[in-house]
Each structure stands twice: as C-alpha cells, then as structure tokens.
C-alpha cells in the first residue's frame, strides 16, 4: 500500500522525482477524482486505487512516495452526466491522463467504452455503467533522462531547408537492408541506411506524419483497417508506441529520443505534423477516453444552441476548444515539451485554421498565436500551417502571422493547371515561382514563408497524379466517394499503370517538370516522400486507412523508379549549388549593379514579357533570368552563378533566344532527355525547348 500525501499541483501530469511520482490532472467541474494503479496493460482491476483530496486552481494533485518509473496509471472522474449542459462525467469510465509521457498499448473496442447505452433510444443521453479499464491501455510513469551526448539542433537556415514529408512505418517497413525488426519504426527511420539514404538525395528535414499516440477508429477496426495516417490524437506528449522496436513499456520515448538525436548528428531537422485541432473522441456520439470524461465543457468546442452538441471545424466530429486557456496551456505545454524533452525542430499545424477561432471567425490575432509569438521556445522553431479547415473562412492562405510559414495550397493547384497546358495562368506561376509575393510580403515575411509542394500525403501521389485522373479509392470502404477529386494533371489516355512507352515518357517528363519546378521556385520546397522513387498508391488519393501495401514504399526500383530518383538528386544539388535559387529576400525587379536586374522575365525571343504577354490567356511558356548577384541585409552582396529558367508547357517545340544574356551559358539539366547527358554547353543564340519540357541554364562565369 502506498501512502499518497498532497503533492504539487505542477508541472501536470506523472512527474518522477528521486523517491515517488506527483500526479496532477485538471478538472474544472468534476466533483471527485481517483487515480488507479495497475500492474499490466489491459488489466480490469486497479492494485491501488487513491481518492485525490488536494485541489488547487482546479488541478487535482497528490504524491505517491515509493512509486517507481513505468508504473501504469489512468484516472476516473466524477461529476454531473449532463449531456444538454455539456458535462458528460462518469466514474465507470477508465481515462487516460491528456499529460502522459507514453501509453502502453492501443484501444480494443468495446461498447463499455463509450459512456452512453448504444442501445438506448435516448443514445447519449442515457449513461452506461459498465466498466471498460479492460479494454484500454494505460498511461506510464516515464523516466526522463536521457544522454544526447552533446549532440545539438541542426539549425538549417529556412533558405537552404528542402523538406520530406514520410510516414515513420511506411518509409522503411518494405527496406531489406534494415533489419526486420527496425522495419516501420523510430530506429528504423534513423538507421544507416536511411541516413545514407536522406545524404545521397540531399534533404535537409523529415517532416513525420502525425506521431503522437492515436487511436484506430472503431469504424475502420470493424472494416479490417486503421487509422494509418495518424491524424487522431489522443495523447499530445506520447509517442506512438506501434513505432517502437521494443516490447518494454515506455520505450517508445527513448527510441524517438534516439532517432532525433541520430538524425541531428546527421544534419538533418525532424519537424513534427501535429493535431491540436481536434481529439480521437468524435462527436458526440463517440468514444470516452481522455478529454470528454475528464471535462467535456471545458476541453471541446460545444454548440451555443445545445450544449449536447459539438462544433465540428475539422470534419472529425469535434474541435479542441483552444480558446479556454487550459486547453491553450495543453497545447503549449505540449509544444515546448516536444522541442525541450524530445528535441524537434519545428512542427507543422494541421488544420491550423481551427486553432486561430477565438470564437468563430478565424481570427489571425487570436491567444494562440499571440502566446505563440512571445514564447520564447516556441517561437524560435520552425512553424509551419496547413492554412485552412472545413469551417466557414476557413481558407486562409497567406494570412497567417509574421513567423510562420504556410502549405501553400496555390502553389500547389497553379503549378498542376500550368503543366496541364490550362490557359490564363502565366501570370499566377510566375508569382509562385518567385516565392509567392502576393500572399507574403505585405506582411512583412520572407519566401520561405510559402512551403512549395505539388503533391502531400493527403492526395495523389506525383506518379498517381500523371497516371489517373479519376481517384480509385475502393478500397477504403466508402464507395469512392471519399477524398478530393483531383483533376489538376493529364493521365495521358491511359488509365493508371501502362506498358506503352510513349505513354511512360510523357509521364515520367510530367513529374520531372513537377520536380524542376518545384526546386527552382523560390520558397521552401517540400516533397511528398515516395515521390522521388515513383511511388503509387494505386490511385487512392485518401490512403489514411491502407497500413498495407498501398501506402508502403516499394523500393524494389526499377528502370523508370531509378530515372525518377537520380533526376530528383541532381536538381535538388543545382538549388544547393545555386543561391539565386533560394534567395532571402523577393525579388524587387531592381539593377543591382546598373546592369542586369535581379529577375527578368522572358519572352521565346528574348525580350522582356509584356503587359500584353502577360495577360494573353494562351501564353503557356516562359523564360526567367535570375541574377546570381545577391544582396543580403546590411549592404553583404554574394556572388552565386545566374541561372536561365525555361518552361514550355505548350504543344509545340520552342525556341528561346538567349544572346542577350551575356556569359557562357550551360545547360545544367532539363526534362526532355536522361541526367547523364548534361550539363551540356549552349552553342548560339538560342536554346530548344520541347513540348512539355523545362530547363535551368547556368552561367558558367561566377556573378555574371
């Protein structure tokens, strides 16, 4: 038996000290709270049971001395079950604790989970008594040393960031050269071969697809799927234990410790996809788990008009109510410990929109980013938003604060339309090309405000994107009526995998233009992991359940698969090699040194574009000199090689005067032929581009 005495009621959460651990929990209107003690994961019956007597400023608090780490807990509250008035307490219910450090296992399904009779007529409104601790797994106490050995944060400078965005299982679960139990896992992602891997191909930071501890919803268990992606937290400061190597409880927290220490020591930023949009505890007829047994009022945006009812800004069933100021400190706390206890380098805010509703508008002056942009941790990440959610205004791009940077959705749609051949889109892909100065200078931000993409994991991949043009998304149970409709690219007449050649080349021309001109664009690029190898998901364009062979990388490579990836690592070098391609500042169109401009903008025959040019709704081509004379602030000018950009998305094969661009030029890639045969010297006045095909000419005299 131990003996609880009152504690502290902070930090919250289970903190270990040197001889027992402090518990803390908030619970604004709860009438009791009781911590349970219990000695294997899905046990029933608690050891030790203790009634938290000690409450300050609502935190419910007590020290249990003798209490050693990987202890498994999980808390019952009690108050009113008032559905209509937004409290749905009930002590039969086992929860888990918002703060816990790592969880032991995943939910098994059970009605005893839900508080409510589901056979009840009255659903919701009716209370279940049954007890479901048998059903759930439990939080650990964790030990949180750890030895980084000296090992610091990368620090890329924005400008020189390419980013990665993967899948912790799916990346490496398919890789023979890790061994099998690494496979899909924390060690596995960070393991040589990957290191090599992410080296060769020249990134700079993995972007992980959410790893915080989810949950399977029931509907996809009942269908034989999961929720792969990831995007239904439960726990915002545990790392999911299926990406764990380890059958030892709370290893999870060493192993991603492990993998971020190793990834640093490489070079190499991991930035997080977070969801502090909303819970894994669905509408108001979902699950109770963690933040609806605990306070349901307090934790959820709740609808004015019935309490009963919750404001679903997410298309998830509910919204985490961010705008209470104990939610805020959740997410903030949460925030701060990933960057001090775990070390990450910056996060990417799903559905970050939903965040910034101080009551119903988006609202860009809202607590959370204001806390966000005084915090002296927080603020010094990197802070990227996916600017938009499902509620009315909910799209937001280019209107989010100084310090952050933005998916950048534009970018995305007008590169798709301009390769497609569209017409009226010169003028929008230029502006995308030059790092989005629409959406991001008036604000005072720089072009690495705007995250370039053409491709996520939320949609197509680039390889499924040239070879469908209806999504095939069967096999997620819905009928196909789930996911985006994407027409944004050309399957060429031939609906998914082909063995006609010429349907192979254009497709493969297709996503080398994608990839031209993403690494070319000014901005920060992101890249859908997979991409690079020619990965397909067999036209499933909304792959958030397939944890199969749909969604893992296939890294048998093929002839096609290699052109691909050797076409990637050679274009992501040219931006490395080339400065004028990832500039600080926009360009202004000003003559740095009295002679040449810092951009200009080309017709075929040389000239600078026109009024006229620009506004021609069949203009599908384009040429862009790009001065390697950079000036940086306080008068510091670099000299970096200037580069000749053509893009020809028409039908015709064109030629692009460039004699009066003085220098030698060479051409340093393009699309129309395999890597190996440039760089290639430029010999006369002008430079042939083919249909459908883009280039980067280098200047080989260095500042010209």
Known sequence: MFRPMSGEPYPLGATLLSDGVNFSLFSENATSVTLELYRNSYDKDPYETIEMEEKTNFVWHSFISGLEKNALYAYRVDGP????????????KMLLDPYAKAISGTVRWNNSIFSYNMDNDAKDLSMNSDDD???????????????????????NPWRDTIIYETHVKGLTYRRNDIPDNLRGTYLGLSSKPMIDYFHDLGITAIELMPIHQRIDNMFLVDRGLSNYWGYNTIAYFAPDVRFSSSEEVGEQV????????????NGLEVILDVVYNHTAEGNHLGPTISFRGIDNSVYYRLSPENRRYYVDYTGTGNSLNAGHPQVLQLIMDSLRYWITEMHVDGFRFDLASTLARQLHEVDSLSAFFDIIHQDPVISRVKLIAEPWDVGPGGYQVGNFPIKWAEWNGKYRDSVRRFWRGENSLIGEFAQRL????DLYEESGRKPHASINYVCSHDGFTMMDLVSYVQKHNEANGENNQDGTNENYSSNFGVEGPSNDPVVTRRRIRRIKNFFLTLLVSQGAPMILGGDEIGRTQRGNNNAYCQDNEISWYDWNLDHTKTEIHSFVKRVISIRKEIAALRRHDFFSGSYIDGKTPDVLWFRQDGKPMTLQDWQNPITKSLGVFISGKLVFPYGRIENSPSCILIFNASEIDLKFQISSFPGKWITALGTEKDVAAYPEDVSGDYVMAKSGSSMILVSSISGN
């Open 254 to 265: 060493k192993e991603f410790k492990s993998m971020v220490r190793t990834l640093h020591d």
């Open 81 to 92: 079950y008032e559905p209509e008035q937004g409290h749905r307490f009930n002590k039969n």
């Open 434 to 437: 030059s790092g989005s100065p």
């Open 133 to 155: 601790a048998g059903f759930l797994p439990k939080c650990i106490v964790i030990d949180p040393t750890f030895d980084w050995k000296e090992v610091d944060h990368p620090r």
